[in-house]
């Protein structure tokens, strides 16, 4: 871990990564692709300490309430959070501006948070947001060794439905011939019926893969599934996309249980949602 001052902390106005690089280990994690120009190890976490006071200041020089959204790149529930807390922080800023806040984790350590979240959502609107891939807990462990079971994240969502405030769950990715079948589908879907998810957002049923983010991914074949990254060369090459082959079936299976559930599963209506602040919720105080 190593610590910086950043100069800025929201990009595009509105979303916010406080640590840069991730311990979770994701195998098929996008964010270590070369594109991003990390010049640090993705594992040696970046902690932008100034991170509130960049916030609060970004906040105040705001002219109008917006959903501040974190996690995109980085999970704000990194184990250092625990001690740091620099996500509480600016989730405690967010509230007291009374902005929205829109989180994307795959740790539990939200539920230390969940009450927060509750006031914000009380004040303007909050959406916690989930991902689970795998419902095979042994699966999951191999592909997502340092986060949450898939069960307790499930757990957390119902917690937060529990307290009102509503849950979208990222569905992604799907994992050609790993987690690519019904049965992980369906088991993931039953989660999300349970748990009363307002969304469940895909793009797609597969994977993607780029430079460095697919070196990792290979590695973790050739450790975890012998013979799988051959069979991967030999049907997509060097390919960014790497549809199931089970798509269609998959994509079918999705939009019936969706449509019967009324689940919203249409990425841009569901990120749309996320940043409305319903009328009513009025503004109490901009600068208490
Ligand atoms: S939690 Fe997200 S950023 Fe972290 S390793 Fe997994 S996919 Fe990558």
Same mark, same amino acid.
């Given at each position: 871990m190593h610590r910086v001052k950043a100069k800025t902390i929201l990009s595009g106005g509105r979303s916010m990564n406080i @640590? &840069? !690089?991730? %311990?979770? !280990?994701?195998? @098929?994690?996008?964010? &270590?692709?070369l594109c991003y120009g +990390?010049?640090?190890? +993705?594992?040696d976490i970046e902690v932008k300490e100034n991170a509130p006071e960049l916030l609060e200041a970004a906040l105040k020089s705001k002219r109008k309430r917006c959903v501040i959204g974190t996690g995109?790149? $980085?999970?704000?529930? *990194?184990?250092i959070e625990s001690e740091l807390q620099l996500t509480r922080r600016c989730l405690e800023l967010i509230d007291r501006y009374a902005f929205g806040a829109a989180v994307l984790t795959? $740790?539990? *350590?939200?539920l230390r948070d969940a009450e927060l979240l509750q006031s914000i959502h009380e004040k303007a609107r909050a959406t916690l947001q989930m991902t689970l891939t795998t419902f095979d807990e042994q699966l999951c462990s191999l592909v997502e060794? !340092?986060? $949450? %079971?898939s069960y307790e994240r499930f757990q957390a969502l119902c917690r937060f439905r529990e307290l009102g405030v509503p849950t979208v769950v990222? *569905?992604?990715? %799907?994992l050609p011939f790993l987690n690519d079948t019904e049965e992980n589908l369906l088991g993931i879907l039953s989660y999300c019926a349970e748990a009363g998810v307002k969304g469940i957002v895909t793009f797609g049923f597969g994977l993607t893969l780029r430079e460095g983010d697919r070196e990792y991914y290979y590695a973790a074949l050739d450790r975890h599934f012998p013979g799988l990254k051959q069979r991967y060369i030999r049907e997509? !090459?060097?390919?960014y996309g790497l549809p199931s082959p089970n798509e269609a079936r998959l994509r079918e299976i999705f939009e019936e249980f969706c449509g019967k559930y009324g689940i919203m599963h249409i990425p841009e209506e569901i990120f749309a949602d996320m940043e409305v602040i319903p009328e009513g919720h009025e503004q109490l105080s901009l600068f208490p």
């Open positions: @640590y &840069r !690089g991730c %311990l979770h !280990g994701c195998i @098929y994690c996008d964010s &270590r692709s +990390f010049t640090h190890d +993705f594992e995109a790149m $980085s999970d704000p529930y *990194l184990p795959k $740790s539990t *350590l939200v060794p !340092g986060v $949450s %079971l990222w *569905l992604t990715p %799907l997509y !090459g060097n390919a």
